[in-house]
T-cell receptor, first 112, second 117 residues
Framework: GESVGRHLPTLSVQEGDNSIINCAYSNSASDYFIWYKQESGKGPQFIIDIRSNMDKRQGQRVTVLLNKTVKHLSLQIAATQPGDSAVYFCAEGSSRTYKYIFGTGTRLKVLA | KAGVTQTPRYLIKTRGQQVTLSCSPISGHRSVSWYQQTPGQGLQFLFEYFSETQRNKGNFPGRFSGRQFSNSRSEMNVSTLELGDSALYLC????????????????FGPGTRLTVL
């Protein structure tokens, strides 16, 4: 099957600090990007998305940055809370192929 | 609106058996995608359906198949189960309507946890 990597990196942050989760995507033709949060035993939950004609998009406590030059995506979480502890996935999509490719995922641990 | 629902939530099968998983998308969503999630391989794309047609397929053997009904509900089937098929199978739906249209947000269901013994 298709996948991006097998190692699940972990990011540990103190409660109240900002978190930055990074993702490198593979397809320069991808035109849509999504960040998902997955808690244990649950399906991925949509957090925020961005289209390729934008560089930045903000939501509630979250910001997504897109750098198409180096094919890099990041998710910034402000004032990280214990409830933010989860695995975060980036996904790249293309309207040409009707499918999404998911990154390996990053485990975020919030330390009290 | 109700979210994506998947049934059953948990399933235990033995090698060689076959299994059918069901997915009901969000009302109005016509695109349904299936993914396999394992600790070692992450989220892997299985296939995508729109208007009862499979538009794309991932790199899985022919034992994995799916279909979509006229009400957009979808099923996937795995025949001749192997131990390695043990995984969380996720279904996601999106509003994308037309070929060539902009991609749209996928919303996931809770998944079906399949264990093959």
């Amino acid at each position: 099957g298709e996948s991006v990597g097998r190692h699940l990196p972990t990011l540990s942050v103190q409660e109240g600090d900002n978190s930055i989760i990074n993702c490198a995507y593979s397809n320069s033709a991808s035109d849509y990007f999504i960040w998902y949060k997955q808690e244990s035993g649950k399906g991925p939950q949509f957090i925020i998305d961005i289209r390729s004609n934008m560089d930045k998009r903000q939501g509630q406590r979250v910001t997504v940055l897109l750098n198409k030059t180096v094919k890099h995506l990041s998710l910034q979480i402000a004032a990280t809370q214990p409830g933010d502890s989860a695995v975060y996935f980036c996904a790249e999509g293309s309207s040409r192929t009707y499918k999404y490719i998911f990154g390996t995922g990053t485990r975020l641990k919030v330390l009290a | 609106k109700a979210g994506v629902t998947q049934t059953p939530r948990y399933l235990i099968k033995t090698r060689g058996q076959q299994v059918t998983l069901s997915c009901s998308p969000i009302s109005g969503h016509r695109s349904v995608s299936w993914y396999q999630q394992t600790p070692g391989q992450g989220l892997q794309f299985l296939f995508e359906y729109f208007s009862e047609t499979q538009r794309n397929k991932g790199n899985f053997p022919g034992r994995f198949s799916g279909r979509q009904f006229s009400n957009s509900r979808s099923e996937m089937n795995v025949s001749t189960l192997e131990l390695g098929d043990s995984a969380l199978y996720l279904c996601a739906s999106s509003l994308i309507v037309l070929a060539g249209a902009k991609t749209d947000t996928q919303y996931f269901g809770p998944g079906t946890r399949l264990t093959v013994l």
